[in-house]
Every structure is written in structure tokens, then in C-alpha cells.
């Protein structure tokens, strides 16, 4: 059972472009809600991470919008360049030491120069 | 970087065999974890702990054991590995926080 959903698969972008990445899910007790990065070869890294109480956290060109109410977040990269390719996970968790992490499927983005 | 060394990094068996992954930490984190990923399925966990010597089963735990006798290092274990265990395994520490971090994970292909 897959608590996360994340859409696309797989993302094109042009340099200079918005990628955006979705997320939605099922479990209302999940309360911190990260995004990780990967590239190949490596583990994932922790990008950006937005808790319920606030529908919007800019970090430089990425930024998390919330939606509570739809039980959905997304991930938008503004200004999208060719380092930023690589694959992008959402996740889910209690808001608590030691809490597991509910992962998405993964959405590889391509940034074409 | 936090400090995570899986080792070791790639591994070629075949069916039947038993195979142990292990993870090795300096940051001295309470909670390890480790996880499996696999094309369309993002990162599932396997097996975590909470101490040494406390662990607990994640959603894909079938056909793996863990081991934690120290702080240090969490080992994985297959005990008979199947070719369905082909696979990117990856361990995670987390501390006081929230978030977790990750080693470069272990490629493992079973034959």
C-alpha cells in the first residue's frame, strides 16, 4: 500500500524553466513532510522539508507549497539548471525522534542547457 | 557529510547464499535504518532500531535480519538471498531530529 503518491515519473525541463513536482498523501497523522535529492551513485540527500502548519518554505530556488486540506505538497524548482538534474523523492512522517519515512516513487528530472 | 560508510559498496552472489550488509557510523545517532530501492517504488524501509539491541520490522521485511550490537554499526542480513533481493540498499541515521541521513548505498545483484 503506497501511502505517497509522487507524479511525474519523469520531468524535461528547459534551462531557465519552473520544474514542479507532486505529491499527495493518505495518512492525516503524518506531520513533516521532506524532500530528498539523488544523483546517481549517491544516497539521497535532504533538500527542503515543510511541516503542516505553514502552506509555503522558500530555501533559495526551491520551494515547498502545502496543501492541508488536499493532502497534497509539491516541490517547485525555480530557475531549473543542468546541476539539478537528478532524482527527486517526497516522503512523509510522524514529526517525532526516530520516526520512519513513507518515500514516493521518485520523479527523474532532466534540465536540457 | 553525516558520517555513514556502507560497506561493501557492490556485491555479486548467487541464490542460497547468505550475504550481510553492513553500516558504520561516527556520528553516534540512536536511530539507524535500512532501506531498499527499487525502479517505481521509491525507498521502502526494511528493518530499523531505536538502540542497541532494540530493532524493529519496516513494510519489506520478509527474507532480512538485522543485527546491532553497538552504537556504531547495523548489519543486514539475507539469510538464503533470492534474485527478488536484487537490489540498492541503502542505511540512514537520524539523531534528536527528524531527519534522516544517508549512506552512497550498497548495489547487490543475486544470480
Known amino acids: 500500500q503506497q501511502q505517497v503518491k509522487q507524479s511525474p515519473q519523469s520531468l524535461i525541463v528547459q534551462k531557465g524553466g519552473i520544474s514542479i513536482i507532486n505529491c499527495a498523501y493518505e495518512n492525516t497523522a503524518f506531520d513533516y513532510f521532506p524532500w530528498y535529492q539523488q544523483f546517481p551513485g549517491k544516497g539521497p540527500a535532504l533538500l527542503i522539508a515543510?511541516?503542516?502548519?505553514?502552506s509555503e518554505k522558500k530555501e533559495g530556488r526551491f520551494t515547498i507549497s502545502f496543501n492541508k486540506s488536499a493532502k497534497q505538497f509539491s516541490l517547485h524548482i525555480m530557475d531549473s539548471q543542468p546541476g539539478d538534474s537528478a532524482t527527486y523523492f517526497c516522503?512523509?512522517?510522524?514529526?517525532?525522534?526516530?520516526?520512519?519515512?513513507?518515500f514516493g516513487e521518485g520523479t527523474q528530472l532532466t534540465v536540457n542547457p | 557529510d553525516a558520517g555513514i560508510t556502507q560497506s561493501p559498496r557492490h556485491k555479486v552472489t548467487e541464490t542460497g547464499t547468505p550475504v550481510t550488509l553492513r553500516c558504520h557510523q561516527t556520528e553516534n545517532h540512536r536511530y539507524m535504518y535500512w532501506y531498499r530501492q527499487d525502479p517505481g517504488h521509491g525507498l521502502r524501509l526494511i528493518h530499523y532500531s531505536y538502540g542497541v539491541k532494540d530493532t524493529d520490522k519496516g513494510e519489506v521485511s520478509d527474507g532480512y535480519s538485522v543485527s546491532r550490537s553497538k552504537t556504531e554499526d547495523f548489519l543486514l542480513t539475507l539469510e538464503s538471498a533470492t534474485s527478488s533481493q536484487t537490489s540498492v540498499y541503502f542505511c540512514?541515521?537520524?539523531?534528536?531530529?527528524?531527519?534522516?541521513?544517508f549512506g552512497d548505498g550498497t548495489r547487490l545483484s543475486i544470480l
Open positions: 515543510i511541516r503542516p502548519d505553514v
Open positions: 540512514a541515521i537520524s539523531g534528536t531530529g527528524w531527519s534522516q541521513h
Open positions: 516522503a512523509a512522517s510522524k514529526e517525532t525522534s526516530g520516526s520512519r519515512l513513507t
